[in-house]
């Protein structure tokens, strides 16, 4: 924080979140308080749940071996065709973006997101758009949401890119923990073959 309001000083001006927040602050609008606890809510929030979210992943491509066959074939190419890895070059990571979906589906890192129903409404025989929200959806949809599926995606690829991951345990011998963000219950082991495409 005081790095960011040294810089506004100077008249370095920033579009980042922290500038944004800054800007609110010097409105009046917010104390520092507030831009402490929002900072860390960011923090907690793109932390815990990106790595819980690998975890999961992982441990459900390892016990999956046809799976991780056609992510490495997916993957291998993409290295190999791809100059630049960015946001746009990512979306060609189809395969790959689709076991991060089952994954949180799954193991939503944050299976519960309490709202309150703004009026009375009946449940019918219809399949609802936002049944499938691991970033929560609407106004308080998370902010990370594109981050997230970068940094999983980019993580994921490099690492199955260099691994090949046998499972030594059954997912079903591993329940998890409902806290705050959704953990295994256990540690989770796994062997690691380097890959000789690399």
């Known amino acids: 924080m005081n790095k960011s309001e040294e810089e506004r000083a100077q008249g370095k001006e920033k579009i980042t979140l922290l500038d944004t927040l800054f800007k609110v602050y010097y ?4 104390d520092k308080t507030f831009m402490r606890e929002e900072m860390e809510n960011i923090v907690f929030g ?8 690998l975890q999961w992943t992982i441990l459900l491509v390892a016990s999956h071996p046809e799976v991780q066959k056609k992510l490495h074939d997916e ?13 746009a070059s990512l979306k060609k990571l189809l395969y790959l973006e689709c076991i991060i979906k089952e994954s949180l589906r799954l193991y939503s890192p944050v299976p519960v997101v309490g ?8 449940i019918e025989d219809v399949k609802h758009a936002f049944a499938f929200i691991p970033f929560a959806a609407g106004p308080r949809v998370c902010i990370g949401l594109r981050l997230a599926y970068m940094e999983m995606k980019i993580v994921l690829s490099r690492f199955f890119q260099r691994f090949h991951v046998k499972a030594t345990q059954k997912i079903e ?3 998890p923990s409902m806290e705050m963000v959704l953990r295994p219950t256990k540690d989770i082991y796994a062997i690691l073959t380097h890959r000789q495409s690399v």
């Open 46 to 53: 793109g932390t815990d749940t990106v790595i819980t979210t």
């Open 115 to 122: 709202r309150v129903a703004g009026e009375d409404f009946k």
């Open 173 to 175: 011998d591993i329940p």
């Open 27 to 30: 409105n009046g609008k917010v």
């Open 75 to 87: 993957i291998d190419v993409f290295y190999r065709e791809t100059e630049e890895i960015n946001a």
